[in-house]
């Protein structure tokens, strides 16, 4: 037996099944037509970003970090309830326009940004944190041949990292953001060629669960920051702190401590340095405020023993849930939190594997699991398919094609 991640919090029952946002899971399969679904929760959304702002300092704004979910409804969702959007190509910025975000809140990051995408970004009046001199010379030309001031920020590679992150970005050598010695004679440099000076941009680690290490980071953020504010000699308009904060996927996993997070920072922030005084600040978050609120739903469309080894084969996979399956940024495979969503209210049965329609045996979606008896037709969750589900996995192997989404 293999223990299974925790559930997030906001789930409930109803008639024997799992509920998302009120309604059965077999429910929504049907509305939307069948499975494999994403489902988001509008409600849980919501409610992160609630409890945000409530352990946050006010000064601190939360920018959505696009790419963890850019399903069109979920950025339409978002809207009203963060500052600020970051994306990370002009894909994203598509999206967004579409559906009638602001540019002025946009901000633009990451490496390797082609010239369409920095000419796009530049007309819709979108900031770039850029990540190189070279690429700030190039919003500059184009910027030039456009007739449009760009709005630029940096992305700095400080020499720090965050401690006990699932994926780090900075310390050493990255391929992003410009290393941290480099930044005040770059800022110069862009500020004299007239672009319109946005700040910094200091992204460390992602998926951090000590409220330890996030605390240190920021604090070494704001300093840095400061201290870099000091040497390029303007004012700093804004600095966006970068993000990090993890959530629970694996068994024995906690839940990042956020009120000792917002305890800490509003003690930063009520004693900042003199360079950052009149600095807008912001975080940049994406599993944290999505990942809890989706749920991957896929059906047991065969039931078989090899060995010994009970499996239930559903119509999911790998295709749309690489995370879970263990093949994306983890290097020893453990249980996503799972269930079996029609049957949420029954008490574990049997050791069953779990894995998806694809012809490998990396389609995994849980391994020796102890859960109530499932068959042909049962509906299976995977929980924590709020971030990094539906696009971050690679949909088009093997031509079973997209997964259903929608938010409810
Ligand atoms: C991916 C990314 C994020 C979001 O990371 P999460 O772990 O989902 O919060 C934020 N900022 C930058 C620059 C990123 O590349």
Not at 29 to 39: N, Q, S
Not at 155 to 182: H, I
Not at 226 to 245: R, S, W
Not at 350 to 356: A, F, R
């Amino acid at each position: 037996m293999k223990p299974v991640g925790p559930i997030p919090s906001g789930y409930e029952t109803l008639d024997g099944e799992l509920t998302i946002g009120g309604r059965t899971a077999s429910a929504l399969v049907e509305e939307a037509g069948g499975t494999p679904l994403f489902v988001y929760s509008g409600a849980l959304l919501s409610r992160r970003v609630a409890d945000l702002r409530a352990a946050l300092p006010g000064r601190i704004g939360i920018n959505y970090a696009v790419k963890a979910n850019p399903m069109p409804a979920v950025v339409t969702h978002m809207a009203p309830l963060v500052d600020g959007f970051d994306i990370a190509s002009s894909g994203e910025l598509a999206i967004l326009e579409k559906v009638g975000i602001d540019p002025a809140r946009i901000s633009f990051a990451g490496p390797g940004k082609r010239e369409d995408e920095l000419e796009a970004a530049i007309a819709a009046g979108v900031t770039l944190n850029c990540e190189s001199a070279g690429e700030a010379a190039r919003s500059l030309a184009i910027g030039e041949r456009i007739g449009k001031r760009p709005r630029i920020a940096i992305r700095v590679n400080p020499s720090f990292e965050l401690r006990g992150s699932g994926m780090k970005m900075g310390g050493g050598a990255k391929q992003f953001g410009v290393d941290a010695d480099k930044v005040p004679a770059l800022a110069r440099e862009v500020i004299g060629q007239g672009a319109e000076w946005r700040g910094l941009h200091i992204f460390t680690g992602s998926q951090a669960l000590s409220a330890e290490a996030i605390v240190e980071t920021q604090g070494n953020v704001l300093n840095l920051a400061a201290h870099l504010t000091d040497e390029i000699g303007h004012g700093l308009p804004k600095l966006n702190m970068g993000g990090g904060f993890g959530i629970p996927y694996f068994p024995g996993d906690e839940p990042l401590d956020l009120a000792e997070v917002g305890r800490a920072l509003g003690e930063r922030v009520a004693d900042l340095p003199k360079a950052l005084a009149g600095t807008e600040l912001c975080l940049e978050l994406g599993r944290y405020l999505a990942g809890e609120a989706g749920v991957y739903l896929c059906r047991v469309v065969d039931r078989k023993q090899s060995h010994g080894t009970t499996y239930l084969v559903t119509d999911g996979g790998l295709h749309h849930q690489l995370a879970a399956s263990g093949n994306f940024g983890t290097v020893v495979r453990r249980n996503y939190p799972s269930a079996i969503a029609t049957r949420y209210d029954e008490e574990p049965a049997e050791e069953v594997n779990i894995v998806g329609c694809l012809c490998t045996p990396l389609d995994r979606l849980a391994d020796q699991a102890m859960l109530p008896r499932a068959d042909v037709g049962d509906i299976v969750a995977v929980f924590c398919a709020g971030a990094y589900g539906a696009t971050a996995s690679p949909s088009a192997f093997l031509g079973h094609g997209l997964a259903r989404e929608i938010l409810v």
